[in-house]
């Protein structure tokens, strides 16, 4: 079955641009999202439809989605962005959610 | 706004059932699909199932088939999941939680519950 890959870690210094990945077999012609989840909360829908921002979260997130990656990218990290982040597919060929890994964000 | 709200975790032995349960509130219940997603100790998100709004399409991860049961009561705007043999890898914090489309599933996620905790031990 379909499966996607995130590193499991990556820290940025306050002020600079995380860059985070979710690599799959043409994940580009998939939809994309992607949740934030605070330790000890419930995750949060950070984007959707690869580019989308849900009301309530900063103009300083931002995805991109192409061939076998996609990308969530937040710009200008602040301490408050220190999260775990997941991406998820919908595979159709599965009828099954996937989701990735996770990305555990250290602001440094 | 939209609430959700599980209940019934606990601590069950393996091999033993139990149900949990979600009470939502905020939203027309019958017009949206509804997911159980879990998160092990530790762990990351598993998608463990989904059903549409009118109950027609229900849908299991691999890791359940056959073991868990999705099921809704429009009466009581409740959402269920019937766990039955239950092993150790099933521990998790399971969270209820609402598609985002109206009347037609977009298999992606908007409000979740607070989770509720599914220890299995003996």
């Known amino acids: 079955s379909y499966g996607v890959t995130q590193p499991p870690s990556i820290s940025v210094a306050p002020g600079e641009t995380a860059t985070m990945t979710c690599a799959g077999n043409?994940?580009?012609?998939?939809?994309v999202h992607w949740y934030q989840q605070k330790s000890g909360r419930a995750p949060v829908l950070a984007i959707f439809?690869?580019?989308d921002r849900p009301s309530g979260i900063p103009e300083r997130f931002s995805g991109s989605n192409s061939g076998n990656t996609a990308t969530l990218t937040i710009s200008r990290v602040e301490a408050g962005d220190e999260a775990e982040y997941y991406c998820?597919?919908?595979?159709?060929?599965?009828?099954?959610?996937?989701f990735g890994g996770g990305t555990n964000l250290t602001v440094l | 706004q939209v609430q959700l709200v599980e209940s019934g975790g606990g601590v069950v032995q393996p091999g033993k059932s139990l149900t949990i349960s979600c009470e939502a509130s905020?939203?027309?219940?019958?017009?949206?699909?509804m997911h159980w997603v879990r998160q092990a100790p530790g762990g990351g998100l598993e998608w463990v199932a989904l059903?549409?709004?009118?109950?027609?399409?229900?849908l299991y991860a691999d890791s359940v088939k056959g073991r868990f049961t999705i099921s809704t009561d429009n009466s009581r705007n409740r959402l269920y999941l019937q766990m039955n043999s239950l092993r150790a890898e099933d521990t998790a914090v399971y969270y209820c939680?609402?598609?985002?489309?109206?009347?037609?599933?977009?298999?992606?996620?908007?409000?979740w519950g607070q989770g509720t905790l599914v220890r299995v031990s003996s």
């Open positions: 939680v609402r598609d985002r489309g109206t009347y037609q599933m977009l298999y992606y996620f908007g409000e």
């Open positions: 905020g939203f027309k219940f019958t017009t949206y699909g």
């Open positions: 059903i549409s709004h009118d109950g027609r399409n229900v």
């Open positions: 043409n994940i580009g012609a998939k939809n």
């Open positions: 439809y690869d580019t």
């Open positions: 998820q597919v919908w595979d159709s060929s599965s009828g099954h959610v996937i």
